[in-house]
């Protein structure tokens, strides 16, 4: 067997991982393990990972990279099952890896959409999180550099391509004249005019730019889709968090949003149980879920991560943050099940993947024909909800 990349985590891992898939196509008896740190839970799933290919491959090299290679490098290099680690800065070099350079890596089709990385690092310091001491400094690609990539996308027939970063909106800002994302997004709407669908990763809703906020609300090729990394809905554990915006910031956002495009369909990172986190502001947490409409969560349970100011605040126990991770998921859930069934009857253009489904512009999860091809962009008109997908 050749290479094999397992990815964790992120839609920029992802994106990376298809890369890598590339870069080391030529290797013989490879496995790489593109890791995660965000949380501990995510280093143990790491672990098995790891484990769990070593036990289906013994005899390949294993290489670990990504976040939980620098951020755990100590304890991953330890366990027994691991040949090497590369580094998460260097793990696109080729010679990291030995092999020969390319001008660039074939993309390959293993996803139904395009992954295109925009941006890496993050010059941000929100105490609770780890990924800097993962990703480094904010990076930004090249326009041009991005327009490339796309394009490989574009020659193989992707219809949706998805721009993914660390802190994606902060893109531009080390470039000469310090361009924002709507620029970029801009640039991409006008080089590739037959492109379907352009869908933006987890963005920050204090870095909108004005360009970029008239996009979302009105420009029918960027998905009606927006997922912010909120964190809190309270604002003293947001200044904690040292977060750049407010409550009010992130709700007249989304209502702007909403006012100008009402099927936009809103998602959000949020963190239960974070150090110092009062009933009274859980209680505000829960409470954003239904004043942002909140129907794409990410919930994550907080977990001290190495280094990080938050790792030294007063703890909040155990059973209470998953009570209220719990409380949180129960939210969104009752929040989301209202707005598929708001969308039945609605005709969506749903674009098919594997498994007999698909995601409409607005991410709902939908059934399409087993006929439809992945990759290929459906009309469908559900007509209910079946454990949370959309039915003809």
């Known amino acids: 067997m050749t290479v094999e990349v397992h990815s964790l985590g992120c839609r920029l891992n992802i994106s990376e991982s298809e890369t890598l898939r590339g870069l080391l196509g030529g290797a013989e008896d490879l496995v790489v393990v593109n890791s995660c740190a965000v949380t501990a839970e995510a280093v143990r799933q790491t672990r098995q990972a790891i ?36 580094a998460n800065t260097a793990k696109l070099d ?162 702007d949003l909403k006012t100008r495009r009402p099927d936009i369909a809103v998602g959000a990172d949020l963190i239960a149980g974070f150090p110092t986190e009062s009933e009274e502001a859980h209680a505000a947490n829960l409470s954003i879920v239904a004043e942002l409409d909140v129907v794409h969560g990410h919930v994550f349970p907080y977990s001290p991560r190495p280094g990080t100011p938050a790792a030294r605040m007063p703890a909040v126990d155990g059973p209470t943050i998953r009570r209220r991770a719990a409380e949180l998921r129960e939210m969104i859930a009752e929040t989301r099940a209202r707005w598929l069934a708001g969308l039945v009857g609605q005709p969506l253009s749903v674009l098919a993947e594997r498994g007999g489904t698909g995601h409409a512009q607005n991410y709902a999860r939908v059934r399409v024909p087993e006929s439809v091809p992945a990759g290929t962009l459906v009309r469908v008109t559900p007509a209910r909800v079946v454990e949370g997908i959309l039915e003809a």
């Open 94 to 255: 080729p010679r990291a890896w030995n092999v020969p350079a390319a001008p660039k890596p074939p993309a390959q089709r293993t996803y139904t959409r395009g992954f295109v990385q925009v941006q890496n690092g993050c010059d941000h310091a929100c105490t609770f999180c780890v990924i800097p001491q993962g990703r480094g400094p904010s990076r930004s690609c090249t326009i041009a550099g991005v327009l490339a990539d796309i394009a490989i996308h574009a020659e193989r027939g992707v219809q949706e391509v998805v721009l993914t970063g660390v802190d994606l909106t902060s893109w531009g800002g080390d470039l000469e004249g310090s361009p924002r994302l709507g620029a970029l997004c801009e640039a991409i709407l006008a080089r590739f005019p037959t492109l379907p669908r352009l869908r933006l990763s987890s963005i920050d809703g204090a870095e909108v730019d004005e360009t970029l906020f008239e996009l979302l609300a009105g420009e029918p090729r960027v998905m009606p889709h927006v997922h912010l990394s909120l964190q809190h809905g309270d604002d003293l554990i947001l200044k904690r968090m040292k977060r750049r915006h407010s409550r009010a910031d992130a709700v007249r956002l989304v209502s």
């Open 51 to 86: 484990r769990r290919a070593r036990k289906e491959r013994p005899d390949a090299r294993l290489i670990v990279t990504g976040c939980a290679a620098e951020v755990e490098r100590a304890m991953l290099a330890a366990m027994p099952e691991v040949d090497g680690i590369v």
